[in-house]
Nanobody, 129 residues
């Protein structure tokens, strides 16, 4: 069973940075066969896509609000994906989840909440003003 564990969340002031990690284990297929995406959610709102990476070739995709501020990367030797978040704003507050899907390459990831195969339990990011 694939397990994804997020870490790196916390409390940060507006303008600050955090780096989230998504460590994967239990993959039946090579890690490179998967796309790993980050989503976030605040109470009362739908889960929204943040960023996605095609692990095989490292190509990233970003939602509009993440473009230019967030960077997604992967360390395939560690089965881990990172999300570097800079210039954080209070609107970035939420629980951040990573998700994995095999044989998927990130197109339309922002609307793929129901299509991702595996999910972590999330890590809370709080940005104070």
């Amino acid at each position: 069973e694939v397990q994804l564990v997020e870490s790196g969340g916390g409390l940060v002031q507006a303008g600050g940075s955090l780096r989230l990690s998504c460590a994967g284990a239990g993959f039946t297929f090579p890690f490179e066969d998967y796309a790993i995406a980050w989503f976030r959610q605040v109470p009362g709102k739908e889960r929204q896509g943040v960023s996605c990476i095609n692990v095989r070739d490292g190509s990233p995709r970003y939602s509009g609000f993440a473009m230019g501020r967030f960077t997604i990367s992967s360390d395939n030797a560690k089965n881990t994906v990172y999300l570097q978040m800079n210039h954080l704003e209070p609107a970035d507050t939420g629980v951040y989840y990573c998700a994995a899907d095999r044989d998927y390459y990130c197109p339309g990831f922002e609307s793929r909440v129901s299509g991702m195969d595996y999910w972590g339990k999330g890590t809370l990011v709080t940005v104070s003003s």
